[in-house]
């Protein structure tokens, strides 16, 4: 991960395996960036004269001053929104602005690409911006989401036999200075069930019920 400061103040926590797009200097009338991939936390210098807007493809999100976070991992079927402070407006890139939701804070907003429609949850924005201080929190997040997660980070790979079942959830916090060994310890000690074994960069997980096969 890093952060930058764009020309009018604004910063920006980007995530690992992220892109972001964005002028070296704004236009005099709009701040406007581009998350082609990935996951960022932005803090917007606030001016009321030029809103800033963000596109993630089939969603903009406008706002004028505030602190919140966006997801859009192309691989992901999701697009989320999780606002910390202030308020954001998120809206289709194809339909007019004024049908957008406005968010308030401690809200996170889930966009289902497949059915294009919106669920709106109230939550502790900390919960999904622990990333920008190196850490991972996941509450109530499925196996699938929380080994794609560590993949991103860690910069490994994951086999896991058939037997394991990626859609147990778990709520678990790792530190910034966990080790790969470390995470894998607590994560099959919560899943009780599941051993591990580190070579290199691929990680194989496999199920302590004999019978899977190995994916």
């Known amino acids: 991960e890093y952060m930058l400061v764009l020309t009018d103040g604004t910063k920006v926590w980007v995530n690992a395996d992220s892109r972001l797009k964005f002028p070296v200097r704004f236009k005099e009338n709009s701040r406007e960036v581009y998350l082609l991939s990935g996951e960022a936390y932005f803090k917007v210098s606030r001016n009321e004269g030029m809103p800033f807007l963000i596109s993630t493809g089939p969603l903009n999100i406008k706002v004028l001053g505030t602190t919140f976070n966006v997801e859009a991992y192309p691989e992901d079927e999701n697009i989320t929104t999780t606002l910390e402070e202030g308020s954001v407006k998120v809206y289709r890139s194809s339909y007019p602005e004024k049908e957008g939701i406005i968010m308030k804070p401690d809200e996170r907003l889930v966009y289902h690409n497949q059915n294009d429609k919106f669920e709106l949850y109230k939550v502790e924005s900390e919960d999904f911006t622990a990333w920008t201080n190196g850490e991972l929190y996941f509450v109530e997040q499925p196996l699938s989401v929380i080994l794609k997660t560590i993949e991103r980070r860690c910069n490994v790979f994951f086999r896991y036999d058939s037997q394991i ?43 302590n019920t004999k019978g899977g096969d190995t994916q």
Not at 185 to 190: D, E
């Open 165 to 207: 079942n990626l859609e147990d959830t778990y709520t678990i916090k790792f530190k910034a200075d966990e080790s790969i060994e470390d995470m894998m310890r607590v994560l099959t000690f919560l899943a009780g069930d599941i051993g591990y074994a580190i070579n290199g960069r691929t990680i194989l997980l496999q199920s």
